[in-house]
């Protein structure tokens, strides 16, 4: 694999970040100690400039190349934040703190931006500058939502941006893309059902919340089913089922059910968010009940713009050899905020093709996909903005 020869040099550092990282997550915005060694490492580097707390816990570091004549600035962001996941590793560099855990492998991301900031800082072989964007909160936070809401792109002049995950299940190093919708929105609803409690033996004494609440859940299915173009990809699932009684021989007032939602486009979103409210609605109708439904939009369907797609693809076959077609992903990434204020794209590197999936408690990033990663990050901005 032609991955640049300082890579190899400093992989023992750059795995020594990681696993540092790894054992002491910290989760959403509260990556206070992951921010302050990102800020430390950056200046031990020599950033050009390093700004903390923007998106509250999120580092900026600037690193201008030997000219800049070009006037271009590309960002390169990696997220830091843990999951509330309880580590069932084994290893020795497992989680210290109880019910948290680096198990989607941003402890690799912020370790792999860190090596190719520092490697940025040595060698200033472009003609422009880099903004290395560390983000909190990814996993549910919005916290790249916030970082943008700071005036992150405007107050750095970011005119493209790049960001990257590991991906389990595909060869070490390797690389996968496509261009367009690639990781779907991902919204939440929350669906309070209203009818008239009573003893389980008098139903006809009652209005049955669970009943109508169970005619829900399966009706819910019809969206993707009957009201989705099915060339249109759209999830809905019902996640949990609670009702206001833990009695056998008690029918319940109230029911609360609540899930998720994945679409890859505007329209399947606004199409599930109306069809929601307008299944349950009828249902309680139907039954003589009443109902409140929340939608709560999530994250955006993140688009990779296809100029930037096809760089960023180019830059991998360059590293690796290949680079795949990557296949649509409902899972969600907030990456997305940062494609929707300016052009980039997104790559995913393989994790090795054994070993747990991300979001597991047995998982763990593969250091030995530090090279290709942090070679990727360097080649962007050594090809994207070529020194004079």
Not at 43 to 67: A, H, L, Q
Not at 123 to 152: H, L, S, W, Y
Not at 203 to 209: G, K, N, S, W, Y
Not at 248 to 272: C, Y
């Amino acid at each position: 694999m032609p991955t640049k020869n300082r890579f190899a040099e400093l992989q023992d550092e750059i795995t020594a970040w990681r696993r540092d990282i790894h054992e002491n997550p910290e989760i959403l915005f509260e990556t206070h100690r992951t921010s302050a060694l990102v800020a430390e490492k950056l200046k031990d580097f020599g950033c050009d400039e390093i700004v903390t707390g923007i998106g509250r816990t999120g580092v900026v570091g600037v690193i201008k190349g030997k000219s800049s004549g070009s006037g271009k600035v590309i960002g390169l962001r990696a997220d830091m934040d843990a999951l509330p996941i309880h580590e069932q590793t084994g290893l020795e560099y497992a989680s210290k703190t109880d019910g948290a855990m680096h198990a989607c492998g941003h402890d690799g991301h912020t370790a792999m931006l860190l090596g190719a900031a520092k490697y940025l800082s040595e060698t200033r072989n472009f003609d422009g500058t880099v903004v290395v964007i560390f983000q909190p909160a990814e996993e549910g936070g919005g916290g790249g939502k916030e970082m943008c809401d700071d005036g992150m792109m405007d107050r750095w002049g970011i005119q493209e941006v790049y960001g990257m995950h590991n991906w389990p299940g595909q060869p070490v190093g390797n690389f996968a893309i496509r261009s367009g919708a690639f990781f779907a929105a991902t919204d939440q609803f929350d669906i309070h059902f209203e009818g008239r409690g009573g003893h389980a033996a008098k139903p006809h004494d009652t209005v049955d919340t669970t009943v109508m609440s169970a005619q829900a859940v399966l009706a819910l299915q019809t969206i993707a089913s009957r009201n989705a173009d099915p060339i249109d990809q759209i999830v809905v699932s019902v996640t949990s089922f609670e009702t206001s009684s833990k009695a056998f021989n008690v029918i319940p007032q109230r029911v609360h059910i609540k899930g998720t939602v994945r679409t890859m486009s505007k329209e399947m979103r606004d199409l599930a968010e109306q069809r929601i409210a307008g299944i349950c609605e009828g249902i309680a109708a139907t039954f003589g009940g009443s109902v409140e439904v929340k939608y709560h939009r999530g994250y955006p369907v993140m688009v990779n713009t296809d100029a930037q797609t096809e760089f960023a693809a180019e830059v991998a076959k360059s590293i690796s050899g290949q680079c795949e077609d990557a296949p649509l992903v409902m899972g969600g990434e907030d990456f997305a905020f940062m494609l929707e204020e300016r052009p980039g794209a997104y790559i995913l590197v393989g994790n090795g093709e054994d070993g747990a999936m991300v979001h597991h408690p047995e998982y763990n990033f593969n250091d030995e996909a530090i090279p290709a990663g942090c070679s990727w990050w360097a080649e962007v901005v050594e090809k994207r903005m070529p020194a004079a």
